[in-house]
C-alpha cells in the first residue's frame, strides 16, 4: 500500500538554523500538507499546497516557514531561523483531489528538536 | 475559532464495556467529518469518514447536525482499541483537516 515517507525521523538543531523537512507524498496524489504536534498537544495545521501554490496557511505558517516542491516527487518544509518553540513532531500529509469524502494519509512525522 | 473539541483527555475504560468519545463542531455549512487513530508509535491514520456511514473494527460514528456531534462508539472496547483518536472536520472547500485536541482511550484487561 503506498505512503507517505518523510526525512529523517528526528532532527536536532540549534536555535537559529535553518531546517529543511522533507517528504515524499503519494505519487498520484494532488494535495499536499503540513502539520505539527508540540507535545501534549493536537495536531496543527501549519499550510496546505496546491497546484504548485500555497492553498491556506495557518497563523503559525508565518515568514520563517516556507514550503515548496522542488522535483515531482518531493515536498518540503523549510524553517529559515528556529526557534525553541518551533520543537515539535511536524507531519506531512497528502490527499487525490478534493471531493467528498476524501482523506489524507499522514507520514510518521519527522521529530524537530531545537536546543 | 475551535472548531473541532474533544472534551476529553483520557478515557478509561475496561475491556468488554462500551466506549464513546465526544466530538462536537462547529462549522457553518456541511463539513464533512473524520475519525482519525494514532497508535502507540504509528502514524495517524484514517479510522472512518462520516460519509461512508461505515463500522470499522466495531467502531462507529453518526453525524447529529442538530447537536454538531460526531460521537465515536464502540460496544465492547477491545484492549488493541487503545490509542490516541483524533476527530477531524474539512470544509467544503476540502483544502485542509481541522483537528480536535484528541483523546486517550486507554482499555483496561
Known amino acids: 500500500e503506498p505512503e507517505v515517507t518523510q526525512t529523517p525521523s528526528h532532527q536536532v538543531t540549534q536555535m537559529g538554523q535553518e531546517v529543511i523537512l522533507r517528504c515524499v507524498p503519494i505519487s498520484n496524489h494532488l494535495y499536499f500538507y503540513w502539520y505539527r504536534q508540540i507535545l501534549g498537544q493536537k495536531v496543527e495545521f501549519l499550510v496546505s499546497f496546491y497546484n504548485n501554490e500555497i492553498s491556506e496557511k495557518s497563523e503559525i505558517f508565518d515568514d520563517q516557514f516556507s514550503v515548496e516542491r522542488p522535483d515531482g516527487s518531493n515536498f518540503t518544509l523549510k524553517i529559515r531561523s528556529t526557534k525553541l518553540e518551533d520543537s515539535a513532531m511536524y507531519f506531512c500529509a497528502s490527499s487525490e483531489f478534493p471531493r467528498v469524502g476524501t482523506e489524507a494519509f499522514f507520514g510518521q512525522g519527522t521529530r524537530l528538536t531545537v536546543v | 475559532a475551535q472548531r473541532v473539541t474533544q472534551p476529553e483527555k483520557l478515557l478509561s475504560v475496561f475491556k468488554g464495556a462500551p466506549v464513546e468519545l465526544k466530538c462536537n463542531y462547529s462549522?457553518?455549512?456541511?463539513?464533512?467529518l473524520f475519525w482519525y487513530v494514532q497508535y502507540s508509535r504509528q502514524r495517524l491514520q484514517l479510522l472512518l469518514r462520516h460519509i461512508s456511514r461505515e463500522s470499522i473494527k466495531g467502531f462507529t460514528a453518526d453525524l447529529n447536525k442538530g447537536e454538531t456531534s460526531f460521537h465515536l462508539k464502540k460496544p465492547f472496547a477491545q484492549e488493541e482499541d487503545s490509542a490516541m483518536y483524533y476527530c477531524a472536520l474539512t470544509p467544503v472547500n476540502f483544502n485542509k483537516f481541522y483537528f480536535g485536541s484528541g483523546t486517550k482511550l486507554n482499555v483496561k484487561p
Open positions: 462549522y457553518s455549512g456541511s463539513p464533512e
